[in-house]
């Protein structure tokens, strides 16, 4: 391998480089605006275990409805948690509050540069951490996500698994990185994992890298980065209930602690078994949705409960949405399966009532 690879990547990115909202184009002074690592730190939240293409709506939303992080940590938690609502791993918007509030009460509305200082933050890692400080202050930081691991991997060939091997890619890149372009070197990597390094047939004839990489050589690419095998995820059941009075539905708001935490949802058991419905009645049963979380597989049954008027509930944040609203509510997407089933359900009794 020879030592000029970033630079020749670079060039690369700068010819190629995606359109991003939240990107800097390559080789542009960083843009005269004190929110901008505010708009760095926002979109890798977002971008945990989630896709540019889905990231980028819920990114323009946010940016708009609040444009700084003074803004955003003055918001009622359920609105910013309605506003999460699709983009999943609901932990992350509760983290997206804690640290916006930290930012405001520990470094007077700006985020710290310091890579230190910005991992003391709430919800903000190793990762994390370094691209705020090489994509929104131009530091010297050395970016490590799952995409450059495995550019890196192939690049040298590093045989080890994931995540033992990640001591060896930051030592092999820490001195290779180039100085004041930190951010154009780890976006680089970053675009040409997506287009070209990919999982499955990476495109390795038009890779800029390709005479540089150990892995190419050797016809081996797709085998790296080697991972542990996964184990299977659990499978859990439990029962959603769809309460309808009225021509609207009951919601609640779970638990601030633990899955979906905060979010606006329908009443539901603590998805390990069926558990008691909140009121006795003429259940029905609807049929079930399924869902995957990060560590078990959820099968949830929704169960209906058509009523003459609405009672008054002593649930946790007990709201009657009509039924025209349900699907514009914010709902996580288990619930908002779910709702499609109550929906269809009401939609036909209306049909037989007609």
């Known amino acids: 391998m020879t030592d000029s690879w970033p630079l020749t990547l670079i060039n690369w990115y700068r010819a190629n480089a995606r359109d ?31 896709t540019t293409v889905a990231a980028a709506p819920y990114f323009r939303h946010f940016t708009t409805r609040w444009p700084t992080v003074g803004a955003l940590a003055a918001a009622a938690d359920e609105e910013v948690m309605q506003a999460w609502a699709g983009l999943g791993y ?18 007077g509305r700006r985020f710290p540069a310091d890579e230190a200082a910005l991992r003391d933050l709430p919800g903000v890692g190793d990762y994390t951490a370094a691209a705020v ?19 890196v991997t192939r690049l040298l060939a590093i045989a080890t698994p994931l995540p033992a091997a990640r001591p060896a890619i930051r030592a092999a890149l820490a001195p290779v990185v180039p100085q004041g372009q930190a951010g154009d070197f780890a976006q680089a990597m970053m675009d040409l994992a997506r287009r070209i390094c990919t999982p499955r047939g990476p495109s390795c004839l038009i890779c800029p890298l390709s005479a540089d990489c150990a892995a190419n050589r050797a016809g081996t690419a797709e085998i790296f980065p080697v991972k542990v095998a996964k184990k299977a995820r659990p499978t859990r059941t439990g029962t959603a209930w769809w309460i309808e009075a009225d021509g609207h539905v ?3 708001v779970r638990p601030a602690k633990g899955l979906l935490g905060g979010m606006r949802a329908l009443p539901s058991c603590g998805w390990r078994g069926s558990g008691e419905p909140p009121m006795a009645g003429d259940w029905r049963r609807l049929g079930s949705v399924a869902h995957g979380f990060t560590h078990f597989e959820l099968h949830l049954s929704v169960d209906a409960l058509r ?28 619930f908002a399966k779910a709702a499609r089933l109550g929906l269809a359900a009401a939609g036909e009794a209306g049909e037989k009532a007609a």
């Open 307 to 334: 009523l003459a008027r609405r009672p008054a509930l002593d649930l946790p944040g007990a709201l009657w949405l009509p039924l025209a609203e349900i699907e514009a509510a914010g709902l996580p997407t288990l």
């Open 90 to 107: 609901y932990a992350r918007a509760r983290n997206l509050l804690a640290c916006a509030r930290a930012v405001v009460e520990r470094h």
């Open 250 to 252: 009951l919601t609640i």
């Open 20 to 50: 991003l909202p939240w990107r800097n184009p390559p080789g542009a002074a960083l843009p005269d605006d004190p929110d901008w690592p505010y708009r760095v730190w926002l979109s890798e939240v977002m971008l945990q275990q989630t």
């Open 133 to 151: 400080a090489a994509f929104g202050f131009g530091r010297d930081a050395v970016v490590i996500d799952g995409n450059i691991e495995r550019v």
